[in-house]
């Protein structure tokens, strides 16, 4: 929910001021009104039209590319420096700024305009390595037509997420897909209608079949995502079908700042593809000079409580790796991929061929492996060699199955962070036996 305009404002009409709060409206209202408000005032900066003190960053940076969007389709020739010239805020954050230009580049590729990556670079200088991940440099490389081969609404099995908390917009490719030859290389799903400027970024062949990771932008909600596609067993009836988008939709209401849910999935043509918002940032699996142990292992502590909600509603995350964790810009840790990582669904878990309450324990003990794996490599990184002996308190007697797995181990690193470890003295170093 984003703070709204001021309801004094006569201009405004009455649906868009509706709201359990005087003050507090959906975007999506405020979307709905920006584009009538348009009508009737095409050329006028979006400054003069909305009451910017009343809305919250991550309002106005909506709000923001939605008009940048729809006054270049209207055939205004407006820029990402028009918006940071009105709202300055904006120009304060990375991420913000980033919203911005993909926004820009995904309208320009919808209306066939030229993307030249060393303009953008030379529009940003300081944002130039991560403008290189929105555009990879070889603009119409992997383009790809919305909707070609699936019809979203008439697909084999689709199911369309409410996504219980809003996550943060952006993206980064994980570290199960790499960049190859291949990157144009028909994919078996299209992305929906409402994907624009949706691009095959990265591909990986496997033993079973090739993934594909898509970026495109989300013109309903006006962020940008991610489209993971997976290969399948040929095999698999309509009902193990089913309960695969089960799963993938217990993932979606997960309340958890650390959870990035999907927003939809589908099945066809012997794939998996399930979308998500795009987190820009880093993955955890990299590890910057100076980097920050006590901090890093405090990202695994959230980790640990966002599987832990998972796992108390029945959802589980199926790849749990260091890098399905993206550090975003505001250095919060991202769980990505739910229900969408390369080994979620492979032959050996076979956790489509059962009930889902009966395959629970075992998809659990599953995740609890992965953070394990993720805090124990972290603490023998870590230069403060106590952090290794953290490691058998942290999982003994614990039942890995268990619906409080991940809770009990993710309290007891925090325990052992918040303990100051006692240094003896160096006579005591030397004298010792």
């Known amino acids: 929910m984003a703070e709204r305009p001021s309801p004094h404002d006569p201009s405004r009409p009455a649906d868009a001021t509706a709201s359990t709060s005087p003050h507090v409206a959906r975007i999506d209202d405020l979307i709905g009104w920006l584009q009538r408000r348009r009508e009737s005032l095409p050329t006028s900066p979006l400054a ?79 944002l130039a390595d991560s403008i290189e991940q929105l555009i990879h440099l070889e603009p119409g490389r992997g383009e790809i037509n919305a909707g070609e081969s699936l019809d979203w609404d008439q697909s084999v099995g689709q199911r369309q997420m409410t996504v219980a908390a809003g996550q943060p917009s952006g993206g980064q490719p994980v570290s199960e897909t790499r960049p190859d030859d291949s990157i144009d290389v028909p994919i078996p799903i299209k992305p929906p209608e409402w994907i624009v400027g949706a691009r095959c970024i990265a591909t990986v062949q496997l033993r079973r079949g090739r993934c594909w990771l898509v970026k495109g932008r989300d013109t309903e909600r006006n962020d940008t995502v991610a489209m993971k596609i997976i290969p399948l067993p040929a095999s698999l009836g309509r009902t193990e079908r089913t309960r695969i988008l089960d799963l993938c939709e217990r993932t979606s209401s997960v309340t958890h700042p650390s959870w990035v849910a999907p927003r939809i999935a589908a099945i066809n043509n012997g794939h998996l593809a399930v979308v998500r918002p795009w987190i820009f940032g880093d993955s955890f699996a990299l590890r910057p000079p100076g980097a920050h142990h006590v901090e890093r292992l ?69 995740d609890t492996i992965g953070l394990v794996g993720m805090i124990t490599l972290e603490c023998l990184e870590s230069p403060d060699r106590i952090a290794s002996t953290w490691i058998p308190q942290l999982t003994e007697e614990i039942d890995f199955s268990s619906n409080d797995a991940c809770a009990i181990i993710g309290e007891a690193l925090q325990s052992c962070l918040d303990q100051k470890p006692v240094e003896r003295s160096w006579w005591q170093k030397v004298m010792r036996p």
């Open 48 to 126: 003069e039209l909305i009451d910017q003190a009343s809305l919250s960053t991550s309002g106005l940076v909506e709000l923001a590319a939605v008009d940048l969007i729809g006054q270049r389709r209207r055939g205004q020739q407006v820029v990402v420096e028009d918006y940071l010239k009105q709202f300055p805020q904006l120009a304060e954050t990375e991420s913000d700024v980033l919203d911005l230009i993909d926004a820009e580049l995904c309208v320009r590729r919808e209306r066939g305009e030229v993307c030249d990556p060393s303009s953008f670079r030379d529009r940003f200088p300081k």
């Open 298 to 366: 405090q990202m695994l502590v959230r980790v640990a409580f966002a599987l832990a909600a998972a796992h108390r509603i029945g959802a589980t995350h199926g790849s749990v790796t260091c890098g399905n964790a993206i550090i975003d810009h505001q250095s919060r840790v991202n769980l990505i991929d739910t229900a969408s990582g390369v080994a979620c669904w492979a032959e050996p878990y076979a956790t489509w061929q059962h009930e889902l309450s009966k395959t629970l324990p075992d998809r659990i003990r599953r």
